[in-house]
């Protein structure tokens, strides 16, 4: 435990008592020296009013922003004001590039000329959007319980020196130096220029956030630091091409068409003389490749999930199973490479988008990441890696647990699609749900196939995957599938803020120990799509590489779609509908790409529970 010594009420009947000693030299009796550990959890002794809080700028050994000199991050500490004496604590590093506002630079075209375009854009001049380092939530309930807790800025955002590079190694590299500091193999220094040690960390640290914030930490995880024990990682995403591409297509994140990850570095530049960041940035609008979509050196580079075997940590997972956003592939890629690596892991699963599971689940989270932390950063005997491995929400406050995901003995359920070559014609302009809200209705825009009524209540468990044997002749590359369920039901139609809020941690000033609450929205609507998936034709063999094809000439087309978990009704009728144009995902080509498809040989497989 690093020079920690634990004491034990061994012996004594009845106490369930354990005291964290930051030395041998603390007296017992001196509650304020000491982690409290009281019936297997850290207990609030600490005075979060009278935490110290300090600014430090991490050194790096990165030089992004190429002005000869090492970048520096800011990092905001709080930590209890005990730690000024003998106390050491852990720490919970909350990685960010959002903690200096953000940007509205222009999206790129969605729509696809002859000639590429890319968004006009100049580096921001000016004042810059306010810094904030008020935290998620960490801050509020942890410090009181004896940790630290780090709000530290990416690269080129903030107050931090050098330039965002959407979590590519430089972004890794700067992060990764946060973990060392705390672990005495990295420096620091006060905005005097004195530099700052963290002589009050014990050297265990956990990173955890969400989204862009819950990436960081897989990132830095994949660089094997010494020091971080676990990570928790909440819509955290493995490989960012899964996030921007899929099988070679252009793809963004649910509703923004037109978002890259050149664009994402552009939005949170928010350093002063952010000018110096210009050629780094034109270099990744380059690199990224808009054109082809390939998967190349620039994608590999963000590829974390290839080098977690690095990872000596565990990984408490949390994905909402209807994030479009981060969608369902970046969180089963992630639970996929932590089995592979046999890295110790949890999951849990929600219903809603992309949410935090402190609005899904309010005080359930907190118990269950603080009893996470305890175990992983202080050792504590609960039974935190006896509790089932996933914890899924199968409907708004109910759960329920799996020993896996996918279910195991979850097995294909396997589709055909018809016996004869039926023929569509892609118009960009219509949305996916003018295409399928009307099953029974010949469309000349998508083509359509209905199960009959399933005869009992089954659940989709994994990854569907569609095989199509297809000509396509335009000039549009793409194909997509959308798996719907077609049978009246009430469904979740959205998550959001209501009138009333909670407390749950500390408060000072306006960094809230209480929240909003929020609550699922329902309605009784005719269908849902289940899956979507998406392919450029061009890369029917591998997403690196590009092979034209001829039109008019048939080829085997086989793409997954998106991993879902999902209940099917008894009576409802499984719909397969085949797209060109998934216009709030793809890129809009011109009309008129016709795909004519041989039925006898097209199939949807479905992994199928229950």
């Known amino acids: 435990m690093r020079g920690l010594r634990v004491l034990t009420a061994a012996g004594l009947v009845g106490l369930s008592v354990l005291t964290v000693v930051a ?18 959890e850290t207990k609030p002794v600490y005075d979060y009013a009278q935490a110290i809080r300090e600014q430090v700028f991490v050194e790096t050994p990165v030089d992004s922003d190429r002005d000869g000199k090492r970048d520096r991050l800011s990092v905001f500490v709080v930590r209890p004001k005990e730690t000024n004496g003998a106390l050491k604590v852990a720490s919970i590093v909350e990685p960010s590039p959002y903690y200096g506002g953000t940007l509205d ?9 002859d000639v590429p375009r890319l968004a006009p854009w100049t580096p921001p001049t000016g004042a810059q959007p306010p810094v904030s380092y008020d935290r998620v939530y960490y801050d509020n309930y942890f410090v009181s319980r004896g940790y630290a807790v780090l709000s530290a800025s990416t690269l080129g955002t903030g107050d931090s020196e050098g330039c965002p590079t959407a979590v590519g190694p430089d972004e890794k590299a700067g992060m990764k130096a946060v973990v060392q500091w705390l672990t005495g193999k990295a420096r620091a220094f006060g905005k005097d220029g004195k530099e700052i040690r963290a002589s009050w960390s014990t050297g265990d640290v956990a990173m955890a956030g969400k989204s862009y914030d819950g990436t960081l930490p897989v990132a830095v995880a994949s660089t094997g630091v010494e020091g971080l024990r676990t990570i928790v990682s909440i819509s955290g995403i493995a490989s960012w091409y899964d996030y921007y591409r899929a099988n070679g297509a252009v793809v963004a994140p649910g ?5 890259d990850a050149d664009l994402h570095a552009k939005v949170v530049l928010t350093r002063k003389n952010a000018a110096v960041c210009e050629a780094p940035i034109r270099e990744m609008e380059q690199r990224m490749d808009r054109v082809s979509g390939d998967y190349n050196d620039f994608w590999d580079e963000r590829n974390f999930a290839k080098d977690l075997g690095n990872y000596r940590g565990s990984v408490f997972q949390v994905a909402g199973i209807n994030d479009w956003n981060v969608k369902p592939k970046n969180f089963t890629d992630l639970w996929t490479a932590l089995g592979d690596n046999d890295i110790p892991r949890k999951l849990w699963l929600h219903q809603a988008g992309h949410d935090d599971p402190l609005y899904v689940a ?11 932390f305890d175990h992983e950063l202080y050792h504590v005997r609960n039974d935190v890696f006896r509790e089932p491995k996933v914890h899924f929400e199968t409907a708004p406050g109910k759960w329920t647990d799996y020993r896996d995901w996918p279910e195991p003995g979850a097995r294909d359920l396997t589709l055909r699609l018809g016996t004869q070559r039926q023929s569509f014609v892609d118009d960009p302009q219509r949305t996916a749900d003018s295409l399928i809200s009307a099953p029974d209705k ?56 209501t009138k009333d809020s909670w407390c749950f941690g500390d408060t000072l000033g306006t960094d809230s120990g209480c ?57 409802h009728r499984i719909g397969v509908v085949l797209l060109v144009t998934d216009r709030d995902y793809t890129l809009h080509y011109p009309a008129g790409t016709k795909v004519s498809v041989a039925l006898d040989d097209s199939s949807v497989r479905i992994p199928v529970a229950g």
């Not at 030395?23 to 297997?40: F, G, W």
């Not at 998406?534 to 991993?563: C, K, M």
């Open 362 to 372: 309010e005080q359930s989270w907190l118990d269950a990441v603080h009893k996470w």
């Open 442 to 497: 010949a469309d000349p825009n998508r083509l359509l196939y209905l199960s009959a009524p399933l005869p009992r209540d089954v659940r989709v468990s994994g990854t569907p995957q569609i095989s199509v044997r297809a000509s396509v002749d335009g000039k549009s590359p793409y194909l997509s599938a959308l798996l719907v369920d077609y049978g009246e039901d009430t469904r979740i139609t959205g998550f959001g803020p």
């Open 515 to 571: 929240r909003t609450r929020y609550a699922y929205s329902t309605a009784k609507t005719p269908y849902q799509v289940i899956s979507r998936g998406w392919l450029d034709v061009r890369n029917r063999h591998a997403a690196d590489e590009t092979e034209p094809i001829q039109a008019g000439r048939s080829y085997r087309f086989d793409w997954e779609l998106q991993p879902r978990q999902y209940q099917l009704k008894a009576g």
């Open 105 to 113: 630079p222009p999206y790129h075209p969605a729509e696809v000329t």
């Open 23 to 40: 030395t041998p030299a603390a007296a017992a009796e001196d509650r304020t020296q000491h982690v409290v550990v009281r019936d297997n």
């Open 255 to 259: 509703g923004y068409v037109g978002e």
